[in-house]
C-alpha cells in the first residue's frame, strides 16, 4: 500500500549547524503534511505543517519544503541546539475531511556540542 | 492545539493480566486515536475512537485484544486485554483537531 517513508534513519549534526531531514510520500492525494518532534520518554510534539497548495513554510527555526512532483518532503532546523535532540517524524493526511494520518519511520537527530 | 493527558505513565504486568489506559482531553474533540509504538520504530494506528460509535480498527488489531470505550468527547480507553510479552509497547493517544493530531505522553508498557 500507499506509505510515507524517510531517506536517513539517523542524523549526526554540530550545535550551530543546520539540520535537513528528508520525507519520501508515495500518496499523491495527500494534500497535508505535518511533523512531529518526540524526545525521549515523551509524546510526539507538533512542529509544523503544510498544505500540498504551498511549496514551502516557515516557522521559527524550522522550515518545511514540499516537493510534490517527487513527492519528498524535507524540514530544516536552522543553528541546531542540542534541545533539538530527538526523533523526528513527518506525517502524511490520507483522508481529507479526517484526521486519518500516517507516520513515516523516523529519523533520529543527535546534536554535538 | 489540545493538551492531552494519559493515565497511567508505565506500568509492569504480568502476562494474562489486562490493563485499561485511560486518555482524557482538554477540550471536547470528535476524533481520538491509539497508537502504538515499539522501541525505536514509528507510531502503528491502532484504532480510530468516535463518540457514539464502534471504533474503527486498523488491519492487525482486534477489539477482543484491545477494547476502546469513548463514552463522550474529552475521554477514552483503551485495554491491553490477555497481555504477553509481545504488548510490551509504548501506547499512545491522540486527539483530532483540524487536520492535526495532538498526542499525550504516552503509557509505556512491560509484560513479564
Known amino acids: 500500500g500507499e506509505s510515507v517513508g524517510l531517506h536517513l534513519p539517523t542524523l549526526s549534526v554540530q550545535e550551530g549547524d543546520n539540520s535537513i531531514i528528508n520525507c519520501a510520500y508515495s500518496?499523491?492525494?495527500?494534500?497535508?503534511f505535518i511533523w512531529y518532534k518526540q524526545e525521549s520518554g515523551k509524546g510526539p510534539q507538533f512542529i509544523i505543517d503544510?498544505?500540498?497548495?504551498?511549496d514551502k513554510r516557515q516557522g521559527q527555526r524550522v522550515t518545511v519544503l514540499l516537493n510534490k512532483t517527487v513527492k519528498h518532503l524535507s524540514l530544516q532546523i536552522a543553528a541546531t541546539q542540542p534541545g533539538d535532540s530527538a526523533v523526528y517524524f513527518c506525517?502524511?493526511?490520507?483522508?481529507?475531511?479526517?484526521?486519518?494520518?500516517?507516520f513515516g519511520a523516523g529519523t533520529r537527530l543527535t546534536v554535538k556540542p | 492545539s489540545a493538551v492531552i493527558s494519559q493515565k497511567p505513565s508505565r506500568d509492569i504486568c504480568q502476562r494474562g493480566t489486562s490493563l485499561t489506559i485511560q486518555c482524557q482531553v482538554d477540550?471536547?474533540?470528535?476524533?481520538m486515536f491509539w497508537y502504538r509504538q515499539q522501541p525505536g520504530q514509528s507510531l502503528t494506528l491502532i484504532a480510530t475512537?468516535?463518540?457514539?460509535?464502534?471504533?474503527?480498527?486498523e488491519s492487525g488489531f482486534v477489539i477482543d485484544k484491545f477494547p476502546i470505550s469513548r463514552p463522550n468527547l474529552t475521554f477514552s480507553t483503551l485495554t491491553v486485554s490477555n497481555m504477553s510479552p509481545e504488548d510490551s509497547s509504548i501506547y499512545l493517544c491522540?486527539?483530532?483537531?483540524?487536520?492535526?493530531?495532538?498526542f499525550g505522553p504516552g503509557t509505556r508498557l512491560l509484560v513479564l
Open positions: 500518496n499523491s492525494a495527500s494534500d497535508y
Open positions: 477540550s471536547q474533540v470528535t476524533m
Open positions: 503544510i498544505r500540498s497548495n504551498m
Open positions: 491522540s486527539a483530532g483537531r483540524g487536520e492535526t493530531q495532538y
Open positions: 475512537a468516535n463518540q457514539g460509535s464502534e471504533a474503527t480498527y
Open positions: 506525517a502524511e493526511n490520507i483522508s481529507y475531511n479526517n484526521n486519518d494520518m500516517r
